[in-house]
T-cell receptor, first 117, second 108 residues
Framework: NAGVMQNPRHLVRRRGQEARLRCSPM?????VYWYRQLPEEGLKFMVY????????ESGMPKERFSAEFPKEGPSILRIQQVVRGDSAAYFC???????????????FGSGTRLTVV | TQLLEQSPQFLSIQEGENLTVYCNSS?????LQWYRQEPGEGPVLLVT?????EVKKLKRLTFQFGDARKDSSLHITAAQPGDTGLYLC????????FGAGTRLTVKP
C-alpha cells in the first residue's frame, strides 16, 4: 500500500461542507480509480481517470461528486455539500496501464475515512 | 445485484482448520483477482488468475479459476490467526468490479 498515497487518512466534515480527498498514484502508474466502501461491505467503483481525462464515471453520483486527475499533482475526489450518507471509506487505486490491467493488479492506498457530522 | 457473488459472507473457524471461499458470477472475466483487506487499510493483491482452469498456490493459499472463467475459489490450509481479514475477489470485464467479500476470522 505504501506506493499509493492518500490524504488525509481521516476527514470530518459538517453537513453542507465540501470534502476534498487526494490521491497520488504509484510511481509509473498513469491510471487512477476511486472506490467507496461502507462498513461491512465490499468496494463500489466510482470513477476511472487518466491524466486530464475521465474515462469512466459510471459509478459516481451525478450530483455533488466530481473527480479530476490534472497533468500535475494528485487526483482529487471532491464532494460538495456533504450529507451523512456520504460517510464512508474512500479508496484510490492505481495501475500501470489500461489494457489487460487486471493482469498487473491494482495497488490501493490506505484510504480516507470521511465522517459527516 | 452484485456482479460477483462471494460466499460465505462470514466465516469463523479455529486455528488449524481448512476452509474454502467462493466467488461466482454469470459473467466471463478476462482475469480475476483476490485481495485481502485488514481493518483500517486498503486491499492488498494476493493473486491474479487469467487462464480458465488455472490453479495458483501461495504458501497455504490455493486459488482456482473456473474453466469457463466465471468463478473462482480460494482454499486455505491450516488457517492461522494471521489469515483473519476480508477476502475480496475482483473481476475484469471492462473495468474491475469487486464482490462484497468474505469476512474470515481465525480463532487461536
Amino acid at each position: 500500500n505504501a506506493g499509493v498515497m492518500q490524504n488525509p487518512r481521516h476527514l470530518v466534515r459538517r453537513r453542507g461542507q465540501e470534502a476534498r480527498l487526494r490521491c497520488s498514484p504509484m510511481k509509473g502508474h498513469s491510471h487512477v480509480y476511486w472506490y467507496r466502501q461502507l462498513p461491512e461491505e465490499g468496494l463500489k467503483f466510482m470513477v476511472y481517470l487518466q491524466k486530464e481525462n475521465i474515462i469512466d464515471e459510471s459509478g459516481m453520483p451525478k450530483e455533488r461528486f466530481s473527480a479530476e486527475f490534472p497533468k500535475e499533482g494528485p487526483s482529487i475526489l471532491r464532494i460538495q455539500q456533504v450529507v451523512r450518507g456520504d460517510s464512508a471509506a474512500y479508496f484510490c487505486a492505481s495501475s500501470p496501464r489500461s489494457l489487460g490491467r487486471g493482469i498487473y493488479g491494482y495497488t490501493f492506498g490506505s484510504g480516507t475515512r470521511l465522517t459527516v457530522v | 445485484t452484485q456482479l460477483l457473488e462471494q460466499s460465505p459472507q462470514f466465516l469463523s473457524i479455529q486455528e488449524g482448520e481448512n476452509l474454502t471461499v467462493y466467488c461466482n458470477s454469470s459473467s466471463v472475466f478476462s482475469s480475476l483477482q483476490w485481495y485481502r483487506q485488514e481493518p483500517g487499510e486498503g486491499p492488498v493483491l494476493l493473486v491474479t488468475v487469467v487462464t480458465g482452469g488455472e490453479v495458483k498456490k501461495l504458501k497455504r493459499l490455493t486459488f482456482q479459476f473456473g474453466d469457463a472463467r466465471k468463478d473462482s475459489s480460494l482454499h486455505i490450509t491450516a488457517a492461522q490467526p494471521g489469515d483473519t481479514g476480508l477476502y475480496l475477489c475482483a473481476g475484469e470485464v471492462n473495468d474491475m468490479r469487486f464482490g462484497a467479500g468474505t469476512r474470515l476470522t481465525v480463532k487461536p
